[in-house]
């Protein structure tokens, strides 16, 4: 059975986490609908208010098609709403719920099939007269059939997974040089192991996508469009709502496009169609279909004033339109929407370190607020949150919403400034340079821009980042007896009094006869351990007398168990070191001890979160030694991957 009859939701769980779980929670709370959410260890802060809150083995089992069934069965749930990323395109998850009579919210296994596949898609835009791009018509998992496509419609050329999705198993190549790794690592990004190439549109186009609503009857509607040119690694991370095209006989066609191949297979559920849109010319091509809910589904909210997440739950029970909130809504595509709104993503990345994921413990945080301002984040004062390899990087949402595009990108470089974490590295600042940018404020921003603009907005980010805080200043000033609040939330409990013996001794002197040091804490005034942690001690050395110190441990750009990790570190004083710049887990390494390898050669692969990262040697040599680390273990910025050394050095040896 691959669907299920559409019937009234009583118990929904939310296959999800972070910010999107709260915010499908609280859609499905407002319609009196019994909530489960879901959740694993140091990440808990979406559960809040859900009527139940399931702990899962471990943060794999969001993509455990066999737990969630064995949740769903134990807890009597009736529907599950996947949110995005994890198994929200799954067909497999919708017919194997549709089995034991679980509705999944979304367009259902049968459309998941047709439209999460790429090269299907693209055969729907095909039979719908709608523009495309020359592509390879089958899929593949060889980097010899995209070299001869490549030879055929020349460069540059866009490889992606036919399964991927929020970035993941895309690779624009430019140059033939680069084809087979940038291949490979998109082929290794796919669920399926297959990807298909395609012309690339890149210069002067910019990422239009329209947002569908469908009953699955044939009756569809647009909720205007969204423009999300501005990315890093083809993963959005400031989109705008309506686009930045001025003429709207420009965008026209676009949405009636979307409309079209929407009719088409009688979509229904919420569904976004993505193109290529150049302004000057009038040029569009399809890119993709995403079936389900979509992370900037905010600013489209913003700009019709409905709640789309409400209504995709009412529309999965069987109603209409109109029940549904949807009805009054025009439909004209040449009337511009009367409100403008910007998302604008928080991720836990260094823009410095190529967006490397900043691991660490959310010590503090500050969001806007105001007339316009919506935060959406799962992020709760008290309660512990943690950025770790194993989910994406978004940590909040700020949408900003206002009458003209003048006045809402006014108010998103205030709501920016109000905004502060503290315990990772964020993209804060480097938000803050994009929407000050005389580019931005024009709405001359294509899909290149923000990698064109790069190091001119890295340097803005810079002065951003110095400016002084006063609030925080203030805050530094003022006398804190909060420790045991700050001891209860740490990871480890530490007390004052806390003492402990400690053997040291030089590492060439023998263990026997070691007489012990004592150290005691006199007062702990700050336990966020392991990223932060201050107190006053006594320390004794044998034979002496105590002595108090301050002890102030600062932060680091590691996690708990990156940090203690037995693996050797880099020295970047040392010019034969090969150091990971990134954290993650270590997917694979490419070279073996005995290898000459050439500038620039992959010597490992380190995944964060979707993304496949080689990790290249930055000199020519030969290699002399590798890290022991295995595949799929969690491994830590800064540590050694590979040793290359001068073959010639090696010779005299």
């Not at 709370?29 to 694993?40: K, N, P, Q, S, V």
């Not at 079209?260 to 010319?281: C, D, H, V, W």
């Not at 050669?601 to 990262?613: A, L, N, S, T």
């Amino acid at each position: 059975m691959a669907s299920i009859r559409a019937r009234p939701i009583r118990r929904l769980l939310v296959a999800n986490r972070g910010e999107i779980a709260a915010r499908i929670l609280s859609s499905a709370r407002e319609l009196d609908i019994e909530t489960f959410a879901l959740y694993t260890e140091n990440d808990i802060g979406h559960t809040f208010n859900a009527a139940h809150a399931i702990r899962l083995r471990s943060p794999a089992s969001y993509m455990d098609i066999d737990e969630l069934l064995d949740v769903a069965k134990q807890h009597n749930i009736d529907a599950v709403h996947p949110g995005y990323g994890f198994l929200s395109e799954s067909p497999e998850l919708a017919r194997r719920m549709a089995e034991i009579d679980v509705i999944v919210v979304g367009p259902g296994s049968e459309i998941l099939d047709r439209t999460g596949d790429k090269l299907r898609a693209r055969l729907l835009a095909v039979e719908c007269q709608v523009p495309v791009l020359p592509a390879l018509t089958e899929p593949t998992g060889r980097v010899d059939a995209v070299r001869i496509f490549v030879e055929k419609v020349g460069l540059p050329v866009m490889v992606k997974a036919v399964d991927g999705g929020g970035g993941r198993g895309i690779r624009l190549i430019r140059a033939l040089e680069d084809l087979p790794s940038l291949v490979t690592r998109a082929i290794e990004e796919s669920p399926s192991k297959k990807v298909f190439a395609e012309k690339a549109a890149v210069d002067g186009f910019r990422h239009v996508e329209v947002q569908i609503v469908g009953d699955g009857k044939g009756n569809v509607m647009h909720l205007w469009e969204r423009e999300c040119s501005i990315q890093r690694r083809y993963q959005k991370i400031v989109e705008l709502a309506p686009s930045t095209v001025v003429d709207r006989k420009i965008v026209r066609p676009v949405i009636e496009a979307a409309l079209r191949m929407a009719r088409e297979i009688k979509y229904p559920s919420l569904g976004t169609f993505e193109f290529l849109l150049n302004p000057q010319t009038a040029e569009f091509f399809f890119l993709e279909i995403n079936p389900r809910l979509q992370v900037e589904h905010t600013i489209t909210e913003a700009i019709c004033c409905v709640d789309i997440v409400k209504a995709q739950l009412h529309l999965a029970q069987g109603a209409s339109f109109d029940p549904a909130g949807l009805a009054s809504l025009g439909q004209d595509p040449l009337d511009a929407p009367n409100m403008h709104s910007i998302q604008l993503r928080i991720t836990a990345e260094d823009p410095e370190k190529n967006y490397s994921l900043s691991i660490g413990k959310i010590q503090s945080f500050r969001f806007p607020s105001g007339n316009g301002i919506r935060v959406d984040t799962a992020l709760l004062n008290g309660s512990p949150a943690v950025v770790s390899s194993d989910f994406d990087s978004v940590i909040a949402k700020i949408i900003v919403t206002a009458r003209t595009s003048q006045d809402v990108v006014s108010k998103a470089k205030r709501a920016l400034e109000d905004t502060s974490v503290v315990g990772v590295t964020t993209n804060i600042a480097l938000l803050r340079a994009i929407v000050s940018h005389a580019d931005f404020r024009a709405g001359m921003c294509d899909t290149q821009w923000l990698e064109a603009k790069h190091d001119e907005l890295l340097e803005h980010s810079r002065a951003h980042s110095k400016r002084p805080d006063p609030f925080h200043g203030l805050m530094s000033q003022q006398p804190s007896n909060e420790s045991h609040a700050a001891v209860s939330s740490a990871s480890l409990i530490f007390r004052k009094d806390d003492a402990w013996s400690i053997a040291l001794r030089p590492q060439s002197s023998p263990t026997t006869n070691t007489r012990p040091h004592h150290l005691q804490l006199a007062k702990v005034i700050r336990n966020d351990f392991p990223t932060n942690f201050a107190a006053d001690i006594m320390f004794t050395a044998p034979g002496s007398n105590p002595q108090a110190f301050r002890m102030d441990m600062q932060s680091t750009s590691t996690s708990a168990s990156a940090t203690s990790s037995q693996h050797k570190q880099g020295s970047r004083s040392d010019a034969s070191h090969v150091i990971l710049p990134i954290s993650g887990k270590l997917v694979e390494v490419l070279v073996d001890v005995g290898d000459v390898v050439k500038k620039d050669d992959p010597i490992c692969v380190v995944r964060q979160m979707k993304m496949e990262i080689e990790i290249r040697s930055h000199k020519a040599g030969l290699v002399t030694w590798l890290t022991e680390a295995e595949d799929d273990e969690d491994v830590a910025e800064g540590m050694l991957a590979a040793v290359v050394e001068d073959e010639k050095v090696q010779a005299k040896l």
